[in-house]
């Protein structure tokens, strides 16, 4: 069975722009969250969806958003990017709601670097 | 707010030699307890966890951690390291009601190197 899936693996964008990131969690999960890795640290809590509604955000501003589809898929979008969004995007599914912290399974992550 | 402390940045341990990673944390009430290994540009993956019960978890790769009350510590033991073990260890904490809105908690990880 295939994983949590996150695409691109990789990219490249200049300041000011925005970037849209893509999970794909695993088959049957129903809950998405997204954490933003700096280089050196832990992953930091962006948001929570689950059933297509945001359960729960982090210490981010507004610039970032989310949305959850219904296959259950998320996408991640940052605007007007600055060069400390760069890190790597961490996207973990679970089945169900009350298990998102608890079941929680990662994907490898999506490396953003804004020049 | 929960906090989550791993005081040492990073670790060398020789192959076959014992290993212990300290993780403390601040929280009001007793927390879930992770811990996720991460090896170079890799995701995250779960080593063991701890609701409640038994103070001494087992996980995979032959990892255990003890849960301290008293110190509120949640450190990972290895009776014996491997090469492959060689990666970012994270400690991680989560309100206990398993509710999804707070997400987890992360230390900033310690780097653990193998010597052989």
């Known amino acids: 069975d295939a994983g949590v899936t996150q695409s691109p693996t990789h990219l490249i964008k200049t300041r000011g722009q925005h970037v849209t990131l893509r999970c794909s969690p695993i088959s049957g999960h129903k809950s998405v969250s997204w954490y933003q890795q700096v280089l050196g640290q832990g992953p930091q809590f962006i948001f929570q969806y689950y059933e297509k509604e945001e359960r729960g955000r982090g210490n981010f501003p507004d610039r970032f958003s989310a949305r959850q589809f219904p296959n259950y898929s998320s996408e991640l979008n940052v605007n007007a990017l600055l060069l400390g969004d760069s890190a790597l995007y961490l996207c973990?599914?679970?089945?169900?709601?009350?298990?998102?912290?608890?079941?929680?399974?990662f994907g490898q992550g999506t490396r953003l670097t804004v020049v | 707010a929960q906090s989550v402390t791993q005081p040492d940045i990073h670790i060398t341990v020789s192959e076959g030699a014992s290993l212990e990673l300290r993780c403390n944390y601040s929280?009001?009430?007793?927390?879930?307890l992770f811990w996720y290994v991460q090896s170079p540009g890799q995701g995250l993956q779960l080593l063991l966890k701890y609701f409640s019960g038994d103070t001494l978890v087992q996980g995979i790769k032959g990892f255990e951690a003890e849960f301290k009350r008293s110190q509120s510590s949640f450190n990972l033991r290895k009776p014996s390291v491997h090469w492959s073990d060689a990666a970012e260890y994270f400690c991680?904490?989560?309100?206990?009601?398993?509710?999804?809105?707070?997400?987890?908690?992360f230390g900033k990880g310690t780097h653990l190197i193998i010597q052989p």
């Open positions: 991680a904490v989560v309100k206990n009601s398993g509710g999804g809105a707070d997400g987890l908690t």
């Open positions: 973990a599914s679970s089945l169900e709601e009350g298990d998102l912290n608890t079941e929680a399974f």
């Open positions: 929280y009001g009430a007793t927390p879930y």
